[in-house]
Nanobody, 127 residues
Framework: QVQVMESGGGLVQAGGSLRLSCTASGLTFENYHMSWFRQAPGKEREGVSC?????????EYEDSVKYRFAISSENAKKKVYLHMNSLQPEDTAMYYC???????????????????WGRGTQVTVSS
C-alpha cells in the first residue's frame, strides 16, 4: 500500500524559513517524480516544485518560488524535502506532496498527472 506523508508545516513570520518533509512508502521511489503542490483557500492547487526520483537531475520550480525554495531528496530514505526561505504571506497555503509516474505527456505541475497524494501540511506566514 502506497503512503505519502508530509510534515514540517507551521506558523512563521514573513522573511522566515521552514523545511517540509515528505516520506513515500510502498512504491519504487526512483520510478516516480516527487512534487510539492500548494493550495490556498479559494484558489486552485498549484505546482510548487518537482524532483525526479531517479537521482534528482530533473528539477522544476514555479516562478514565484525560484531562488527562495529548494527541493531535495534522499532516495535511500524515500524522502523529499522542500526548503523554503524568505517566506511571504502569499506563500500561506496547505502544502501537499505527490508522486507521479512521469512518462509520455508528463507535465509536472498538473495535479491530475499524480497518482498518490499526502494529506497536506499547513504553512502560515504572518506579516
Amino acid at each position: 500500500q502506497v503512503q505519502v506523508m508530509e510534515s514540517g508545516g507551521g506558523l512563521v513570520q514573513a522573511g522566515g524559513s521552514l523545511r517540509l518533509s515528505c516520506t513515500a512508502s510502498g512504491l519504487t521511489f526512483e520510478n516516480y517524480h516527487m512534487s510539492w503542490f500548494r493550495q490556498a483557500p479559494g484558489k486552485e492547487r498549484e505546482g510548487v516544485s518537482c524532483i525526479d526520483g531517479a537521482g534528482g537531475r530533473e528539477i522544476e520550480y514555479e516562478d514565484s518560488v525560484k531562488y527562495r525554495f529548494a527541493i531535495s531528496s534522499e532516495n535511500a530514505k524515500k524522502k523529499v524535502y522542500l526548503h523554503m526561505n524568505s517566506l511571504q504571506p502569499e506563500d500561506t497555503a496547505m502544502y501537499y506532496c505527490a508522486a507521479g509516474f512521469g512518462g509520455m505527456g508528463w507535465q509536472w505541475n498538473q495535479p491530475h498527472k499524480y497518482a498518490y497524494w499526502g494529506r497536506g501540511t499547513q504553512v502560515t506566514v504572518s506579516s
